[in-house]
C-alpha cells in the first residue's frame, strides 16, 4: 500500500446519533454509495485524512520512480530499456494525477512538495530499499507492483470521486508493470542457474518489505476503522496482505522460486495461506527514517527540485513576458 | 519563492470522433506548455487525436446545492423520452 500509516485526527468512529445533522447527513451520502465531490460538504477530518492519504500515494508514485530510475542506463537490453522508461514515465503521471486530485482539497502542489522535501510527509516504506541487481527490478515490477494494485483496486471505488477517478485511471495502466516485472522473472527463471539464484536473491529481500507496504495489522486501528466508515478504503490492511499472499505464493512456484518465509503452508480451512510474523520493528524504523536508502533517497528527491529550479522560473518568465507583449500590442494582431 | 503555475483542466478527443472530454488537470506556466504537458501526461497511449486546455480558474461551475433547482424540474418530464410513446410493433422500428 502507498499509505500506509494514515492518521484520521479521530480518537474513535462517532455512531449516527452522535453527528450534528450536517454530519449525519454526509455520512448517510457514504453509505449509499454516493461520491463526495470537491465542492460538496465535508467534515474537516475527512478532508485532512484524504489530504495525507492521497499525498503519500502522490509521493510514494514520485519518490518510487528513483529506485527503477537507478537501473535505466544498466538495463539488459534496449527493449528492456524502453519498456523500464515507459514505466518510470507512468510513475510520474499517476504522482501528477494523485497531486491534482488531493489539491481538489484545497492544499496546493507546491506545498505538498515542500512537506516531502522537508520530510514532513510520508511516503511508503518500500522504496527505502535498494534496487542491487536487475532481478530487483522484475522483482519489484512483480512484488511491489502487485502489492500496489491490490490496493489500488479497492480505492478506486473510495467514497471521493477525484481519488476514485485517479486510481481508475492508474490501475488501467498498472497492470502492465506488474506483467513486465513478472516477465523479467520469467525470464531468469528459465536462464543459467547463476540468473536464477539472482531472481531468488531478488524475492528473498523484496518479499518481507512487500507485505509490509499493506501497513500494520489494523485490527485494533482507529484509524482505519474511521476510514472504512467514511469508505476512503473499503478494506483492511490485513485482508488486503491475506489476498496479496494468496495470489503471489502460487505464481512464485511457477517460477520455481520459494518465497522467504518457512511458515508459508496451504490452510485449507480458511481458503488461503499462512503465513509467518511481519518484522514490524523493521517496519517502524523505516518509516521513522531509518531505512537502508531513506537519506539516499531523500537527498536525490530535493537534488531534482533544486536542479530542475532554472527550467521551471524560466518558464515562468518565458509566459510572463509573452503575456505582456500580447497586453501591450492587443490590436497588432489584427 | 518562486511562481507557482497555474491549473489548467485537459479535454481530450479519442479516436473516434467524439467530443472533447475532460480527462484531468495539470499544472502550466502557459497554454502551450499545456498542451505540452497533457500529451505527455495524458496521452501516453493513444488515448486521443486532439487536446484541448482551459486555465481552471476560467471555468464557472453550478454549485452543489443548486442542484435540486437545477435538474429536479427535468425529473417529471418523462415525455421528453421515446420510451414514453407506446408504438404498435405492426409499424415496425422507430
Redesign the interface.
Known sequence: MYAQLVKTDADRVKSIDEMDPQERTFQQRIDDNQKI?P???MPEGYRKTLVRQIGQHAHSEIVGQLPEGNWITRAPTLERKAILL?KV??EA?HG??LY?AA?TLGI???KMMDQLHAGKSKYSSIFNYPTLTWADIGAVGWLVDGAAIMNQVQLQRCSYGPYS??MV?ICK?ESFHQRQGYDIMMKLCQGTPEQKEMAQDALNRWWWPSLMMFGPPDADSVHSAQSMAWKIKQATNDDLRQRFVDQTVPQAEYLGLKVPDPDVKWNEEKGGYDYGEVDWDEFYEVLKGNGPCNAERMHDRVKAWEDG?WV??G??A??DK??ARAAATPVAAE | M????P?WEVFIRGQHGLSHRHV????A??AA?AVHHAR??YT??NEGVSIWVVEAKHIT?S??GEKGPLFEPSNSKVYRHPTFYDIPEEVGHM
Open positions: 465531490e465542492k460538496d460538504w515507459a514515465q507512468d503521471g501528477l494525477y491534482c489539491e496546493s502542489r507546491d477517478r485517479a485511471r495502466e529550479a521551471r522560473e518558464l515562468v518565458h509566459a509573452m503575456a | 518562486s511562481k507557482e503555475w491549473l484531468g488537470s495539470l499544472h506556466p502557459d506548455m505527455d501526461v501516453r497511449r461551475a454549485a452543489p
